[in-house]
C-alpha cells in the first residue's frame, strides 16, 4: 500500500513546472484529422451513439468546424464530460458458469468523437516515444513493427541454444493481477513528466484521466452511476500507449534478460548450475515484488509461475517466494502470448492443441456443407 509521504512527495514532483516540447503540443492540423477518420475501423458508438461512418462522410468544411472543437479542447485542456463517461457492458466468456462475475468481461463503449481525437493524440504521442527512444527495449506492447513474436522467438532461441549447450534456463512468468484497474494516477502522471511528456499533452492525458465515471448495462437497463478512481479509461484509445509507460521502467529493475508485452512479463536466466539460476532468478523476482510495491500492482500468483527448460529427469528442486510468502508455483509447460513453452523444449503440446481446434472448426464446415 502507499504510504503517505510517498503520496505527498509525488504529487510534489507533479505541481513542478517542466519545459515544453513544442512539436507535440502544437495545434492539430487537418491532415492529422482526416488521416485518423481514415484509418478508423466501424465499432460499437458509446452513449452519444456516433458511429465512424458519419466522420468518414462528412464534407471537408465540416471536418474543418471538427477540427476547431478538437483544438479547443487541445488549448484549453477541458474535455467534455460525456467523453470521459463510458457504458459497461458483460460478455460471457465461452465455457464458464453463468453465476459468477468472473465469467464475464466487462468491454467499455465510449465516445466515437473522443476516440477519433484520441488517435490524432496518440499518434504524437507514438511518434514523441519512438524519437527520443523512451520505450524499453524489451517492451514490445503497443509499439509499431513490434509483435508478440518478438518475444516468443528470442525466449525460443535462448531455450534452444541453453539445451544445445546442456545447459538450462529458469524462466520465471509474471501475470500483473487486473493490472489496468491498479494503476496509481500519482505514479502514472510522474512517470509522464520524467519521460519529459509536459504542455498540452501533459495537460490532455492529466484531464483525460481525471474525474472519469461509468454505467453497467444489461439489456436496456443502466446502472447508477459510478466513479473510477485508480482504473485506467478501459475501452479507450489512449489508454494502452499510457498504461505501457506505467511499466516501461520494470525490465530496467533487474539484470536478467526479459520480454515485457503489455502486462504480460517474463524474465529467464540460463546456465549450467540450476541452483545459481535458481539463485539469480530469486534476486530479480524481490526486485520486481519492489516494483510493484512501489507503483501499487500486485502479482497475481494463481497465474504466475515458473518453469525450468532443461533436459535432466531429475532436477534440482526450484524455490521461488513472492513478497507476502506465497511459494510461485513451479509447471512443466506455460502459455505465454499465445505459445505454450514445454519444460523439455518440444511444442508437440502446442501443435495438438491447435491441430484440435482445426479439426472442430472443419467438421463445423462439413456440417455446413453437408458432406461427411
Given at each position: 500500500?502507499?504510504?503517505?509521504?510517498?503520496?505527498?512527495?509525488l504529487?510534489q514532483?507533479?505541481?513542478?513546472?517542466?519545459?515544453i516540447?513544442?512539436?507535440i503540443?502544437?495545434?492539430?492540423?487537418?491532415k492529422?484529422?482526416?488521416?485518423?477518420?481514415?484509418d478508423?475501423k466501424n465499432?460499437?458508438p458509446?452513449?452519444?451513439?456516433l458511429?465512424?461512418e458519419?466522420?468518414?462522410?462528412?464534407?471537408t468544411?465540416?471536418l474543418?468546424?471538427?477540427?476547431?472543437?478538437?483544438?479547443?479542447?487541445?488549448?484549453?485542456?477541458?474535455?467534455?464530460?460525456?467523453?470521459?463517461?463510458?457504458?459497461?457492458?458483460p460478455i460471457?466468456k465461452p465455457?464458464?458458469?453463468?453465476?459468477?462475475?468472473?465469467?464475464y468481461?466487462s468491454i467499455?463503449l465510449?465516445?466515437?468523437?473522443?476516440?477519433?481525437?484520441?488517435k490524432?493524440?496518440v499518434r504524437?504521442?507514438?511518434w514523441f516515444?519512438e524519437?527520443h527512444?523512451?520505450?524499453?527495449?524489451?517492451?514490445?506492447?503497443?509499439?509499431?513493427?513490434r509483435k508478440?513474436t518478438d518475444?516468443?522467438l528470442?525466449i525460443?532461441?535462448?531455450?534452444?541454444k541453453?539445451m544445445?549447450?546442456k545447459?538450462?534456463?529458469?524462466s520465471?512468468?509474471i501475470?500483473l493481477?487486473k493490472?489496468?484497474d491498479m494503476?496509481?494516477k500519482?505514479?502514472?502522471?510522474?512517470?509522464l513528466?520524467?519521460y519529459g511528456i509536459s504542455g498540452?499533452?501533459?495537460?490532455?492525458?492529466?484531464s483525460?484521466?481525471?474525474?472519469?465515471?461509468?454505467?453497467g448495462?444489461l439489456?436496456?437497463t443502466?446502472?447508477l452511476?459510478?466513479g473510477?478512481e485508480?482504473?485506467?479509461?478501459?475501452?479507450s484509445?489512449l489508454s494502452?500507449?499510457v498504461?505501457s509507460l506505467?511499466?516501461?521502467?520494470?525490465?530496467e529493475r533487474?539484470t536478467?534478460p526479459?520480454a515485457l508485452?503489455?502486462?504480460?512479463?517474463?524474465f529467464?536466466?540460463?546456465?549450467?548450475?540450476?541452483t545459481?539460476?535458481?539463485?539469480?532468478c530469486?534476486?530479480?523476482l524481490f526486485k520486481v515484488c519492489n516494483w510493484?510495491?512501489?507503483c501499487?500492482f500486485?502479482i497475481?500468483?494463481?497465474?504466475?509461475a515458473?518453469?525450468?527448460?532443461?533436459?535432466k529427469?531429475?532436477?534440482?528442486?526450484?524455490?521461488?517466494?513472492?513478497?507476502d510468502g506465497?511459494?510461485?508455483?513451479m509447471k512443466?509447460?506455460?502459455?505465454?502470448?499465445?505459445?505454450t513453452?514445454h519444460?523439455?523444449?518440444?511444442y508437440?503440446?502446442?501443435v495438438q492443441?491447435?491441430?484440435g481446434?482445426?479439426?472442430?472448426?472443419?467438421?463445423?464446415?462439413r456440417m455446413?456443407?453437408g458432406?461427411s
Amino acid at each position: 500500500m502507499f504510504l503517505p509521504r510517498k503520496t505527498r512527495l509525488l504529487r510534489q514532483e507533479l505541481s513542478l513546472a517542466t519545459p515544453i516540447v513544442p512539436r507535440i503540443n502544437q495545434a492539430f492540423t487537418l491532415k492529422e484529422l482526416i488521416s485518423a477518420v481514415q484509418d478508423a475501423k466501424n465499432t460499437t458508438p458509446g452513449p452519444d451513439y456516433l458511429c465512424y461512418e458519419i466522420f468518414k462522410h462528412l464534407s471537408t468544411k465540416s471536418l474543418e468546424v471538427l477540427l476547431q472543437l478538437f483544438n479547443k479542447i487541445w488549448f484549453t485542456g477541458k474535455i467534455p464530460p460525456s467523453w470521459l463517461h463510458s457504458i459497461v457492458v458483460p460478455i460471457a466468456k465461452p465455457n464458464q458458469p453463468s453465476h459468477l462475475p468472473s465469467s464475464y468481461w466487462s468491454i467499455s463503449l465510449t465516445s466515437n468523437a473522443c476516440k477519433l481525437f484520441e488517435k490524432m493524440v496518440v499518434r504524437r504521442l507514438s511518434w514523441f516515444l519512438e524519437y527520443h527512444k523512451i520505450p524499453s527495449i524489451s517492451q514490445s506492447g503497443f509499439r509499431q513493427r513490434r509483435k508478440t513474436t518478438d518475444h516468443i522467438l528470442r525466449i525460443h532461441a535462448a531455450i534452444q541454444k541453453s539445451m544445445g549447450n546442456k545447459h538450462n534456463v529458469l524462466s520465471v512468468f509474471i501475470d500483473l493481477e487486473k493490472a489496468y484497474d491498479m494503476v496509481n494516477k500519482d505514479v502514472r502522471l510522474s512517470k509522464l513528466l520524467r519521460y519529459g511528456i509536459s504542455g498540452r499533452m501533459f495537460r490532455f492525458i492529466h484531464s483525460f484521466l481525471s474525474n472519469r465515471t461509468f454505467q453497467g448495462r444489461l439489456g436496456s437497463t443502466l446502472s447508477l452511476t459510478k466513479g473510477l478512481e485508480t482504473s485506467t479509461a478501459q475501452g479507450s484509445v489512449l489508454s494502452p500507449i499510457v498504461f505501457s509507460l506505467m511499466i516501461n521502467d520494470l525490465p530496467e529493475r533487474i539484470t536478467a534478460p526479459a520480454a515485457l508485452y503489455a502486462d504480460h512479463f517474463c524474465f529467464w536466466e540460463c546456465g549450467s548450475d540450476i541452483t545459481l539460476c535458481n539463485q539469480l532468478c530469486k534476486h530479480s523476482l524481490f526486485k520486481v515484488c519492489n516494483w510493484c510495491e512501489e507503483c501499487g500492482f500486485k502479482i497475481s500468483s494463481t497465474k504466475s509461475a515458473a518453469v525450468l527448460f532443461t533436459s535432466k529427469h531429475d532436477p534440482v528442486s526450484i524455490s521461488l517466494i513472492l513478497r507476502d510468502g506465497t511459494r510461485l508455483q513451479m509447471k512443466n509447460k506455460y502459455k505465454y502470448l499465445g505459445l505454450t513453452f514445454h519444460r523439455n523444449g518440444s511444442y508437440s503440446k502446442h501443435v495438438q492443441i491447435d491441430a484440435g481446434k482445426c479439426r472442430a472448426r472443419l467438421n463445423v464446415i462439413r456440417m455446413l456443407k453437408g458432406t461427411s
